[in-house]
């Protein structure tokens, strides 16, 4: 399960890293009423396709070849590439083919188009994963709390604390490591707990 959970934000925590260093750049409006005014000026090293399919291919050939594991190798490369097409869904054009290459830009703009819409795929796709994994009841109380808490960061007309974020791109950076780190700690603490009629209705 660590290894799942690592794949699905290992591009994120890339990209948290090198805008850390100031090789990749986020900026603000000079006011920030949900994520549309937060803009990921320049990030083709943690957000291309080429990228997203290199680390997916040496992660694979690691399970693969070091680790003699390739079924989990299959499972952590799937993870890896599935956060690039989640965010092709949601963000703003700010996605290269890339590094090197400024246009095309991807991205579909759910967040800014359709805030709310952004908000029910999340929860869709968070509760059908749930139920792939036959997860117990604690566990998608965890994904539905965690999604419910995004939503004034969604939309500008739910108010937040995302107006403290403007003009300070490092706190956004750490607020996002804040939110992955208690994410991942959470729901594979909750993953791991024995199942109590979950999906599906077994226990275990």
């Known amino acids: 399960m660590l ?8 591009m994120e925590l890339l990209w948290v890293l090198l805008n850390l260093v100031g090789v990749e750049r986020t900026t603000t409006e000079a006011s920030v009423r949900s994520v549309a005014d937060i803009h990921l000026t320049y990030m083709p090293y943690s957000h291309s396709v080429v990228s997203m399919l290199g680390v997916a291919l040496l992660a694979w050939l690691i399970c693969q070849i070091a680790l003699k594991r390739p079924r989990l190798g299959t499972a952590v490369a799937i993870g890896i590439a599935s956060h690039f097409v989640l965010d092709l869904v949601t963000h ?14 991807l991205g579909l703009g759910l967040y800014a188009a359709a805030p709310l819409g952004a908000f029910a795929l999340e929860v869709i796709y968070g509760t059908f994963c749930w139920w792939i994994y036959r997860g117990s009841k604690a ?27 403007a003009q300070r791109p490092t706190l956004i950076v750490l607020v996002i490591l ?12 909750f993953s791991m707990r024995p199942k109590s009629g979950g999906a599906g209705g077994e226990t275990t």
């Not at 290894?3 to 290992?10: A, D, E, G, K, M």
């Not at 109380?141 to 739910?158: D, E, K, Q, T, W």
């Open 139 to 165: 566990l998608l109380v965890v994904i539905l709390l965690f999604n419910v808490a995004n939503l004034s960061l969604l939309s500008p007309a739910i108010p937040g604390l995302e107006s403290m974020l």
């Open 3 to 10: 290894w799942l959970l690592v794949s699905v934000q290992l």
């Open 92 to 105: 703003a054009p700010d996605l290269v083919l890339a590094p090197g290459l400024h246009n095309p830009k």
């Open 178 to 189: 804040a939110q992955i780190a208690v994410t991942l700690w959470l729901v594979g603490w």
